[in-house]
């Protein structure tokens, strides 16, 4: 019985798990599949010498295996998408561009409350 009760509650948390926010480094054909989809997505730019950024970093980072957080995020190198920067008018690196509906929704940059960034992901903001 014990075993029947473990096996149930790992496969109620993986299944919590795949409804979490999916953190995973900028790709053009995923962001175009998941925006087309419909399903919630985010681009974050991201510098590893930015100081805010490494802060959305660990909020984010935070959000896996939670729920209530669903969606995917895409992490794009802001010294090296200098093209993806110029066709979406991105002049900073922390900034994220969230899109639902296939759609940009909203847009922020340099914002790492973590309660700010949560109500910019749920469509609060």
């Not at 995923?30 to 989809?37: A, D, G, P």
């Not at 939670?66 to 093209?83: C, F, H, I, W």
């Not at 922390?94 to 296939?102: D, V």
Request: proline content about 3%; aromatic content about 8%; charged content about 25%.
């Amino acid at each position: 019985m014990k075993a029947i009760v473990s096996l149930f509650a790992t496969l109620l948390l993986a299944s919590l798990n795949v409804l979490a926010i999916d953190i995973k480094p900028y790709d053009a054909a995923t962001f175009e599949r998941l925006r087309q989809s419909g399903q919630p997505v985010a681009l974050h730019f991201h510098a590893e010498w930015c100081p805010a950024c490494r802060a959305q970093e660990r909020v984010f980072k935070s959000w896996l295996g939670d729920a209530s957080m669903p969606g995917t995020l895409l992490v794009v190198d802001y010294d090296k998408a200098r093209e993806l920067r110029r066709e979406l008018g991105v002049r900073s690196q922390s900034t994220i561009i969230l899109y639902k509906g296939g759609k940009e929704v909203t847009r922020v940059g340099g914002m790492t409350d973590a309660d700010d960034l949560r109500a910019v992901f749920k469509g609060e903001w």
